[in-house]
């Protein structure tokens, strides 16, 4: 018998570390089971019990995701994990499809989470973003227009300030914030060779741009966990601060900045890829996309979405498959539905149907895509769960013409 309930970290935590360590995400020691016991503790976490013991847990923490200039309810499943005893039993599915359930009904419009493979969360409704750019370069190739000044060490003593540092980062369309500073503490702490460098330029002496890395080694490579700046003057203090340790390391990772080109500061960036291939410090650049989203409510989604165009109204079949893994009882059942959908500086949705209207079906998977301006309509339409008139696709590709939505914090 499998029973799902909320986790007790008195009851819970030795099971779930256990589970931690035969997944590979912790070593053992005192000091990584604290760090999980700290993380688990922080939002909602469920557990499916097994045998008397919680072997599937899956947990989530509030935050808030950007839709053009609002700012929406969001909520972030952090981590998801089963047993070696307990896999494929349905059970990573229905908890986290209880989980988001739990979100919806506490007020998040959006769920998101970062995949470790592509398929399992599309069973949920989860649809992906954009590629992100990942590169790997040499820091002496950069080419900086702009003198850093000395920055200050930053440590896990300062997890506060860094955590503020995030939160007030420079935002725009998808940008994510969670909530919750304890995240940002346990994965400073879990960083086995982190360190940080930043600049408090705030009025009141705030961290204003900094740099988390994880790496050590004479010549690397490090990685760049995350950064924040509130101003393109100040990520071109933290690049050319990077720059500078360049005389010594070999190698960073880093993810691209939002609505800018690292490439455009890399010198001579082919050349270097070409001669360090399949070399230790290999140069090179890596698009992926892992995050995906899922709207856990249309008509607030919608209420909040302020197009530059339109007004566009369409009927909407709207399919989720989230439900098929929630019992019959659950307060909250997805999305799926038959509704008339006003895109448009005003927008909203309403049960029903309307003759007069083109007719649009979707999965909520394919939907969320559409809406955050992932993907076009015309291109959804041939590789995702997604079709209609002709020509109705090509005008919500023209009144969808959003800025590529970027999260901006991997979770
Ligand atoms: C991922 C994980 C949580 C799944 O746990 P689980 O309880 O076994 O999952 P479920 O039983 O609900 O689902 C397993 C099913 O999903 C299917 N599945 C797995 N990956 C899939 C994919 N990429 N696309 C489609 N289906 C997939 C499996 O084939 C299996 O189907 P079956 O039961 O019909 O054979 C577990 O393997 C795990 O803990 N992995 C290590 C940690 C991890 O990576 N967690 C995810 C973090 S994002």
Redesign the pocket.
Known sequence: VVEFRKYDSSKDKDAAVRTWRE?G?VEDGEKQTELVAQFLDVGRTLVAEVNGEAE?LAASAPGTVRYLDERLPFAAVT????SRV?????????LTARLIAADALDGALVSG????????Y??LGYGSGGYEHWLHFDPAQLRIDYRHRVPRRVTVEDAEAVHASRLARKKGHGAVNLLPVELTEVEMKLAKEGFGLGYFDGPKGELTHHLWFNGSGEQGPYSVWWYSYQTGEQLLELLSLMQSLGDQVRLLRMREPRDVQLQDFLEQPFRFRQLTQKAKYENRMKATAYWQVRMCDLQGCLERTHLATGPLRFNLRLSDPVERYLPEDAGWRGTSGEYVVTLGPESGAESGRDASLPTLHSSVNAFTRLWLGALPATGLAISADLRGPEGFLRELDELLRLPTPKLDWDF
């Open positions: 997944v995400w599937s981590a998801v994990t089963t307990a896999r494929k039993q349905g059970l990573a599915k229905r989470l970062g995949i470790f493979e592509q398929g399992f599309n069973l």
